[in-house]
């Protein structure tokens, strides 16, 4: 993005010159003070979270209107960004890792409790002090499926996960995970996760949160030749994973032992030719109910699967074909406007969309619901998109949702 900052600054400075001219400010009545809203008592199907790293919070989102619904301060890492919510208990939860003297010192790690009502803290539980940091924040913690178990992955040095019960709010200890990497809900009481041989490892749980069982897969990708990202999407109780080449493992976590379900392209001969490629931080998404999955994709060469992309591949995982593809909008126009007090409405707007570049997006994320929304983000641009999953017709976009980072979470 540094390539373009000077003309993005240019124009910026010029529409902010012209601005008030073309729209003067109209009159603004004061916000009343001292008002406490609740949340309701349903979660909305089409509500997101989308974390900020700079920041440091997660601002949930309506994604059929735009409006913020509420907002949790979180710590520097990015593990405990997205919250976790357990209906039954009607709690959110939080990591969060704090230090002595803001960035150094003392390291103590807590879950932090909120009612997920109106956002209060309502208590935390204190865990060793060595929960894992990633770039792109995916995996470090997961819920198990009963809400009974928070699990968080270390990494200090070795490889293991902390068990925290919630019920009881309590830490119930670690269970060591050597080589093998982050956490994927695999039902009431389980978890997988990634190993450094080119095999998965699954986790069942105790009554207690201990280890009833680990079993692995039999190696069914290369870590050298052809890794995966580890950016996994869902599917019930399989995880779906892309490899660097472009190849979709599908791994069956529903029996005790995982296996490999299925392994096959997202690309055909002369897309590879072309140089399309998968790329984004958090790239996969699933709606379940059609079984449709959404990949973010670019032309690029070998090294870019990290890069943003230009469009969004929607396969369907029955037939393993490619059924539509999603060019999303450019978000910068939405990330510039508030800041410079541009109305949606209006030829400056449009000037903006015209002009700005598109910086492709980073990350997808899909409503559960039978109208579901995609949620599209770009890593360094402070708007989200939302798309009719199923029409894939741009509809609108979150505002001033923060100024870096590509999470997103629904529920």
């Not at 209906?87 to 003297?101: A, F, I, K, N, Q």
């Not at 068990?163 to 994927?184: H, N, P, Q, S």
């Not at 080119?198 to 280890?211: E, Q, Y």
């Amino acid at each position: 993005m540094a390539h373009m900052a000077a003309p993005v600054l240019l124009l910026a400075a010029v529409l902010t010159a012209l601005s008030p001219a073309a729209a003067p400010r109209a009159e603004i009545e004061p916000d009343e003070t001292g008002q406490v809203f609740a949340l309701p008592d349903q979660v909305g199907p089409h509500w997101v979270w989308v974390p900020d790293r700079i920041l440091r919070h997660s601002i949930l989102f309506d994604g059929d209107n735009g409006r913020v619904l509420g907002m949790l301060d979180t710590t520097w890492t990015l593990a405990g960004r997205l919250p976790h919510l357990a209906r039954s208990r009607d709690e959110l939860y939080v990591l969060d890792p704090v230090y002595s003297r803001g960035h150094r010192g003392e390291r103590r790690d807590f879950v932090t409790i909120y009612d997920a009502r109106d956002l209060n803290v309502i208590g935390e539980i204190e865990l060793p002090p060595k929960t894992g940091e990633v770039g792109h924040g995916v995996g470090l913690t997961a819920l198990t499926d009963d809400g009974r178990f928070l699990l968080a992955y270390n990494q200090d040095p070795s490889n293991s996960v902390s068990v925290v019960d919630l019920e009881a709010r309590r830490f119930v200890g670690e269970i060591v995970t050597a080589g093998c990497a982050l956490v994927y809900p695999t039902g009431p009481r389980g978890f997988g996760t990634l190993c450094d041989d080119g095999t998965a490892l699954h986790v069942r749980l105790d009554d207690n949160g201990g280890a009833a069982s680990l079993e692995r897969t039999e190696p069914f990708f290369d870590p050298v030749t052809d890794p995966l990202t580890e950016k996994g999407a869902r599917n019930g109780n399989h995880w779906l994973f892309a490899s660097f080449e472009g190849y979709l493992h599908d791994v069956d976590f529903s029996k005790g032992r995982p296996e490999l379900a299925a392994r096959w392209s997202l690309f055909t001969d002369d897309e590879r030719a072309a140089s399309w490629r998968i790329g984004g931080i958090q790239h996969l998404a699933v709606h379940e109910p059609t079984g449709r999955l959404y990949s973010v994709v670019h032309e690029g060469g070998q090294g870019t699967h990290k890069d943003p992309g230009s469009q969004i591949w929607v396969y369907d995982l029955k037939t393993r074909g490619r059924v539509q593809v999603i060019a999303p909008e450019t978000l910068l126009p939405a990330f510039i406007r508030p800041h410079l007090d541009i109305p949606r409405e209006g030829w400056l707007y449009w000037v903006l969309s015209i002009v700005l570049p598109n910086l492709g997006v980073h990350s997808v994320a899909v409503t559960q619901d039978d109208e579901p929304l995609l949620f599209v983000r770009n890593n360094d641009v402070g708007a989200v998109g939302v798309i009719d999953a199923l029409s894939g017709e741009h509809l609108r976009e979150l505002e001033e949702t923060g100024v870096s980072g590509a999470l997103l979470g629904v529920p």
